[in-house]
């Protein structure tokens, strides 16, 4: 790609962003999709996100209990276990299966859409696909990414709790009243910041690439698999520049 | 009127349309034909303003449309309808959604209005029994038809276009479409709503267009009637269209 296509992309990008985001602001506001998106993002992915947190939780309580275990610290597995999963692990481990699973089917549909034709019709009967294929999906991810992430962290918390109690031998009353320490204004207010951030720029991401869809099955192929791959990396770096920020923000310390 | 003026369009380094010229009325029944990639569905998508010119002016009723806004050219595309290949139905609505689509965007209409709209298109295509039906338990045929429906439910446009709208149909289904093409361009000229087809089928574009035009490495390399068509001395034309010669 050369530079100039680069800043083309890039401009496009932001352009896409913006109109889909000032989309919010004046009609139509296409509620009825916006509430089947959320259906399909939020009660579609439940179950991945249940599995994912519920594994990541039991492995990172093993994995913490065992080190603290060797400095005789086993019983703060919950401090540790608590601080990663609200402010770090859960938002971004979330985010990455829900970009597997919502991002690339956004790219694929709107692709989809695009090779068909049906964006065209779109055009021709003066219906902005912005407007109605980009704003709500942007939304809907926006909104339901803080939520399954809270579900997430839940869930995850319960899988360390399992492993803390029925594994390392220790006490629950301890590690959740640990956990209920982790959860102070800070902790909660980064842990729902970022997956807010991850949900818009996953949906961006993803339907930007599914507008730009040239060609047949290739060209969907490739806008497919450059949403999920575009969405984890801005995932992971977006994640490190927010951290500092929210870090700056709420007085925390490095 | 629409005018396209020395248009010329590069599609991966590849010229699709090299300094086209040509004018046509909204009532007129035009066929554009020409081998696969020869740039015919640009042209359609060109006169919609969907896509622009690398260079060139193409003008509707004198404005050109090549330095219009998207706004601008949602008034423009009002004169047109556009039937694409397979139909571009959205793949989760049924028929009669599919059919009702623009009604239910513009939110101007009750629901009865809508249904009786709907059952009106679909009985006019002939196919309002399939008003329930989503669209893959559609054959090819017939999901034209309903995308046929949907175009003229939306408004009465000066001018349909068709996107190959028998090319994978069986000769029957395509006797069908050709004749529901005609039906919905039929009158005196100046009255009718005109037709666009682009296809590489010619027997079909012989029994719908009046005029011809045919393009080659991105050019019109013949522009006239039926006849003229017929009468050509140039070898590739004459194989291109030897289902009509015989």
């Given at each position: 790609m050369t530079m100039r296509r680069l800043v083309e992309e890039l401009q496009n990008f932001y352009l896409l962003s913006f109109r889909s985001t000032i989309?919010?602001?004046?009609?139509?506001?296409y509620g009825k999709e916006m509430i089947g998106h959320m259906d399909y993002i939020g009660a579609g992915s439940f179950f991945i996100v249940f599995l994912v947190s519920l594994f990541i939780g039991m492995a990172l309580s093993l994995q913490i209990s065992t080190e603290l275990a060797s400095l005789g610290l086993k019983m703060y597995t919950g401090k540790i276990v608590g601080i990663s999963i609200i402010r770090e692990i859960g938002p971004v481990a979330i985010a990455l299966s829900f970009a597997g699973r919502v991002g690339s089917g956004m790219a694929s549909e709107i692709g989809a859409m695009v090779i068909g034709h049906q964006v065209d019709i779109l055009r021709v009967y003066g219906i902005d696909p912005v407007k109605k294929l980009v704003t709500p999906r942007i939304v809907s991810a926006a909104i339901m990414l803080p939520v399954l992430t809270i579900i997430g962290d839940a869930v995850a918390l319960f899988g360390g709790a399992y492993i803390v109690i029925f594994?390392?031998?220790?006490?629950g009353s301890f590690y959740w009243s640990q956990i209920r320490a982790a959860m102070n204004f800070p902790n909660i207010i980064s842990g729902i910041v970022k997956p807010f951030v991850f949900g818009y720029l996953i949906a961006c991401i993803s339907c930007y690439l599914g507008l730009s869809t040239k060609g047949g099955a290739i060209g969907l192929r490739r806008a497919t698999t450059t949403a999920v791959v575009l969405s984890t990396i801005m995932i992971i770096i977006s994640d490190f520049f927010m951290t500092q920020i929210l870090f700056m923000i709420l007085g925390m310390k490095a | 009127m629409i005018e396209f003026q020395n248009v010329s369009l590069m599609y991966n380094q590849h010229?699709?349309?090299?300094?086209i010229s040509f004018c046509m009325d909204f009532s007129e029944k035009i066929a554009i034909l020409g081998g696969s990639g020869e740039g015919k569905t640009t042209i359609l998508k060109l006169m919609l303003g969907l896509i622009h010119p690398d260079s060139g002016r193409i003008l509707i009723n004198n404005q050109?449309?090549?330095?219009?806004?998207e706004p601008a050219l949602r008034d423009l595309r009002i004169y047109f309808s556009i039937v694409f290949q397979e139909g571009?139905?959205?793949?989760?609505?049924?028929v009669g959604e599919n059919v009702a689509f623009y009604l239910r965007e513009r939110g101007e209409f009750s629901e009865s209005d809508i249904e009786k709209t709907v059952r009106t298109f679909l009985r006019k295509v002939g196919i309002?029994?399939?008003?329930?039906?989503?669209?893959?338990?559609?054959s090819g045929g017939m999901q034209r038809r309903v995308a046929i429906a949907r175009s003229l439910a939306a408004h009465q446009p000066k001018m349909m276009l068709y996107d190959e709208?028998?090319?994978?149909?069986?000769p029957i289904t395509g006797d069908t479409i050709c004749a529901l093409m005609n039906e919905l361009s039929a009158g005196a000229p100046q009255q009718r709503s005109g037709l666009a087809i682009v296809t590489h089928d010619v027997p079909a574009a012989a029994s719908v267009a009046e005029r011809f035009l045919y393009l080659r490495q991105g050019a019109i390399f013949f522009d006239g009637t039926l006849e003229a068509l017929k009468n050509t001395d140039d070898p590739g034309l004459r194989k291109f269209i030897e289902d009509i010669l015989i």
């Open positions: 989309g919010i602001l004046h009609k139509p506001f594994v390392s031998q220790e006490s | 010229r699709v349309l090299d300094e050109d449309i090549t330095v219009l806004p571009a139905l959205f793949d989760s609505l049924s309002e029994e399939a008003i329930d039906l989503m669209p893959e338990e559609l709208p028998t090319t994978g149909l069986d």
